[in-house]
């Protein structure tokens, strides 16, 4: 299983980015998806899930604001992130699994993506 994040980069404060993890190697309509984040010297981030069936779970520093998708089709599941802010500066990672609930608070997760860096200025 391979798990391919891309589109982070450096915004300003208030701006947006779109980051895609492209799967391969599983079913992905079989998995939930995700994405986490860890800033340096903290702990890693729940920041978004996906179900099977389209339902979004944020967490609370990015609701409103982040949109978490998936296009089954393609494999890949994406993090829209408008109105980003200083404190969302961190390596965002996706992952896969075929189960919901606990585990994901955890980060117990099966699979893990490489993270994409986000910087956001100031």
């Known amino acids: 299983v391979q798990l391919q994040a891309s589109g982070g980069g450096f915004v300003q404060a208030g701006g947006s980015l779109r980051l895609s993890c492209a799967a391969s190697?599983?079913?992905?309509?079989?998995?939930?998806m995700g994405w986490y984040r860890q800033a340096p010297g903290k702990e890693r981030e729940l920041v978004a899930v996906i179900s099977t069936g389209g339902s979004a779970y944020y967490g609370d520093s990015v609701k409103g604001r982040f949109t978490i998708s998936r296009a089954n089709a393609r494999n890949t599941v994406y993090l829209q992130m408008n109105s980003l802010k200083p404190e969302d500066t961190a390596v965002y990672y996706c992952?896969?699994?075929?189960?919901?609930?606990?585990?994901?608070?955890?980060?117990?997760?099966?699979?893990w993506g490489q993270g994409t860096q986000v910087t956001v200025s100031s």
């Open positions: 992952a896969a699994d075929l189960m919901y609930g606990r585990k994901w608070d955890r980060a117990e997760i099966d699979y």
């Open positions: 190697g599983l079913n992905f309509g079989s998995y939930i």
